[in-house]
């Protein structure tokens, strides 16, 4: 077994690092504050190829595959989870559905310029009377000659209001249709989509939450993406990818939150001591440690496999299921350790506390990821 990074991963690590040290941190507060990523920082990360970082090179992209990928998160995370948010809608549920079933000429149209940066990908699965039920949507799709005519509604999705493509999943009805689900590219520009209510949220606020509503959207059968009545599988193989960058992303906040923790606990002065002196905070600590360590055990491991061509579903709601609970223990542990400092917006900790709460609701809550482990469990001969 060989767990060494290669030096290509470590000097995209390097780089990651520098950016989020000098240019990303500085402004994750402002992200917070102002709900809005900033134009120029879009700019700034699709220049230095970090919206395509896992993209074959002939489609845009920067050919570090799915470790590339996480590497990148897992640095973005450690700074401003609304930014990883943003580049996770983007990439990984965005675009990524087109680089795994486009055709060629979809992969030419539309994922070079999602992989450059030069437009921006979303990924709309969620309607108001399907979350977990995510594959009973009422958006509909009904075949005409050339086109489906689309026509539904879309709840909470991220970069939504302000993206050029959409993966959409839709039922296709019409004749010789059987209403299964399918998915399609969109397109802002399409006639009678258009986006409505932004949403006010507790963390992540930087990162835009939307309404999307479709009237009669004429969407061209060559968007069409995967085969007719494959959504489910599509939605499923694209949440694989999004649900290790999730983890990725989880993992470089809870390195951050260990290590402002650990740094504050020799700082902070408390019955004549260093608070890092008394064993309560030594055991906390360890704890944060020990939870960081299986944290990116098990999500480079999977990264890993999904690279070597294997089956992750299990593993990869697994890597969700647990990163996403140990960050918010972690964080929570980290605030312990603050004290009232904690709870203080001009500390990170308190907008890192808010941040990690949403990772345990999307792409899937953690009931949904305990299903779909046990699922696999009592179905696969593999345990
Ligand atoms: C900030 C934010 C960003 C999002 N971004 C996107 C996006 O970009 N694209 C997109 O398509 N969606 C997005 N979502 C939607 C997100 O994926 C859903 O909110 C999530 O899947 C849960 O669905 P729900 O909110 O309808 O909850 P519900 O499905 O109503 O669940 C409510 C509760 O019931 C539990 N539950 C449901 N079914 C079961 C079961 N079978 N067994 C046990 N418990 C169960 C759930 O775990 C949960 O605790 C986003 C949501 C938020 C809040």
Partial sequence: MDFTFTDEQNMLREMVRKFVDNELKPIAEKIDEEEKIPRDLIDKLAELG???????VEYGGAGM????????????????????????AHQSIGASGINMFGTEEQKKKYLVPLAEGKKIGAYALTEPNAGSDAYTSETVAEEKDDHFLLNGQKIFITNGSFADYFTVFAKTTGEG????????????????FSVGKIEKK???????????????????????????GRGVIVGMKVLNTGRLGLGA???????????????YSKDRVQFGKKISQFQGIQWMLADMAMEVYNMESILYRTAWMYEEGKNVTREASIVKLYCSEALDRIVDQAMQIYGGYGYIKEFPIERMYRDSRINRIF????EIQRMIIARDILHSRNL
């Fill in 363 to 366: 792409e899937g809550t953690s």
């Fill in 177 to 192: 249709n059987d209403g299964k689900l399918s998915t399609f590219i969109v397109e802002k520009e399409f006639p009678g």
């Fill in 202 to 228: 507790m963390g992540i606020r930087g990162s835009e939450t939307a309404e999307l509503i479709f009237e009669d959207v004429k969407v061209p059968k060559e968007n069409l993406l995967g085969r007719k």
């Fill in 65 to 88: 595959g799915e470790m590339g990928y996480c590497i990148m998160q897992e640095e973005i995370g450690r700074g401003c989870a609304s930014t990883a948010t943003f580049i996770g």
């Fill in 249 to 263: 992303a989880a993992l470089g906040a809870a390195k951050e939150a260990l290590k402002l923790s650990a740094a």
């Fill in 50 to 56: 970090f919206l395509g970082i896992s993209f074959p």
